[in-house]
């Protein structure tokens, strides 16, 4: 089990914290790249010129899944023979086949239908894509049937291990990103019903290293001053701006264990100008800076602006920080429930009651139903709020798939190449080559 946890770890910081959030964010509106070593794969997924050898797709999205898939089908097949008590297999089981639908979710998710691969037993090498039918059906069954024997929330034996909020968050967002409105709504419901999460007080402080144990982290991308306690969240690296000495408007101020890679991270200032002006989660990003020569040096209007929303961590080990990069916020709850009833009911008095309290905490002009002639006005503000809320935490992707946005917006950015299909990602040929009967997906 402590196997499938080590890799499925991996799989929550896929690699690197910053090659996660690039492929997720740069698809979409909100982020591009220029310079360093990470530029040949950013411009894949900037111009969507991507195709199956991409190094990260394989290494990030497609075989990190699969080690933690079978060292859970390895753990579930041998559990029987276990000299343990039947409560403590049990538990086990949950938790191993939590690991396996969080997998099976995320490969859906960048792949569409995968070969579902249930057991390291007798499993032939050659295997085939599952229907749509049947991998929704897994992954929904599988994290139904253990929400009853994991732990509450807090009650786990160690911190990142598997507890019902974990399972029934990643249900509201399967059935999210699914379309199934109405179970989307009911799992949020349930999520509330734990009485274990609550929105952090303050926006701002709660990506901090000192804060990251809060209640609206409900599963996180782990991540420890690295390289001696490993997988470091390295994005201020990745985003310091050349030069980088100080911001007086955050106060950030640049130390000798932080790192300023060549590769630089920037937001479109089309994102950065359609926050309202007073929004507090808009002073997260850098809009100046102080050199080193002393010179303030503005990065408005050049598309340049930067998302210093990983705060860097004081302790970071050669730029590697110990902040937890949250994979699911109570904020996505809440919204997801705001979203789901929009598609149920309508504009309604819920939905924006739930919008207003994540507006009250970013300090904006609360909504009212009567902004909204109907839900498809709704909807396209839920998929802006969503943008302010949730940008650079690798969300970006999935909601524009969903809604059906994700082409639009990258031709209307002007990445010209990008087709329908482009939805899904390709299988990598790594795996194509080591399975005989797995077909490529479809426009690749």
């Known amino acids: ?11 929550r910081f896929q690699a690197a914290t910053k090659g996660f959030i ?29 195709d199956s050898g991409l190094d990260w797709i394989f290494g990030m999205f497609w075989n990190p899944m699969y ?22 297999k049990n538990g086990y089981a949950a938790e191993a086949r939590f690991i396996r639908a969080v997998c099976y979710y995320q490969l859906y998710l960048h792949f569409g239908p995968v070969p579902l691969r249930k057991t390291t037993l007798g499993t032939e090498l050659g295997l085939a894509k599952s229907t749509e039918e049947e991998i929704r059906t897994f992954i929904e069954s599988e994290l139904t049937s253990i929400v009853s024997s994991l732990p509450n929330p807090g009650s786990q034996e160690e911190y990142g291990r598997a507890h019902k909020g974990a399972a029934l968050a990643f249900l509201c967002k399967f059935y999210l990103n699914t379309k199934q409105w109405q179970k989307c709504a009911d799992a949020a419901k349930q999520v509330t019903n734990l009485n274990a999460y609550l929105l952090n007080p303050s926006y701002t402080a709660m990506f901090r290293v000192e804060n990251e144990r809060n209640k609206e982290y409900i599963w996180v991308r782990p991540a420890a001053p690295s390289p001696v306690s490993g997988p470091g969240n390295d994005w201020c690296a990745y985003v310091f701006p050349p030069g980088f000495q100080s911001d007086p408007v955050t106060g950030i101020t640049f130390q000798s264990n932080y790192r300023n890679y060549a590769a630089q991270y920037r937001l479109y200032d089309a994102f950065y100008n359609s926050f309202a002006a007073n929004d507090v989660r808009r002073t997260m990003i850098i809009t100046s800076y102080i050199n080193g020569s002393g010179q ?74 009567s902004d909204f002639g109907s839900a498809g006005a709704l909807r396209e503000h839920i998929i802006r709020e969503r943008s302010w809320e949730f940008y650079c935490e690798g969300l970006r992707r999935q909601d524009l798939v969903r809604t059906g946005k994700l082409v639009q917006y990258a031709l209307a950015r002007g990445a010209a190449n990008a087709k329908p299909h482009h939805v899904v990602f390709p299988i990598p040929q790594q795996a194509l080559d080591s399975d005989p009967l797995l077909k490529q997906n479809a426009g690749y």
């Not at 997720?24 to 794969?41: H, K």
Request: charged share 20%.
């Open 1 to 11: 089990l402590k196997a499938a946890y080590t890799h499925e770890a991996n799989v």
């Open 22 to 50: 690039m492929a997720q964010e740069m698809v979409g509106d909100i982020m591009w790249e220029t310079g360093g070593a990470d530029n040949r794969q950013a411009l894949q997924f900037i111009n969507y010129t991507w």
């Open 67 to 88: 080690l933690a898939i079978r060292d859970a089908n390895s753990v579930l097949d041998n559990l029987d023979a276990a000299n343990i008590s039947e409560a403590r």
């Open 296 to 369: 303030r040096i503005s990065l408005l209007n050049n598309n340049d602006t930067r998302a210093m929303k990983f705060w860097p961590d004081p302790a970071s080990i050669e730029g590697g920080g110990g902040n937890d990069i949250p994979q699911i916020r109570y904020a996505d709850i809440l919204m997801s429930r705001a979203e789901a009833l929009n598609e149920l009911n309508g504009v309604n008095a819920e939905s924006i009651s739930l919008i207003n309290q994540i507006r009250a905490r970013a300090g904006v002009t609360p909504i009212s139903a």
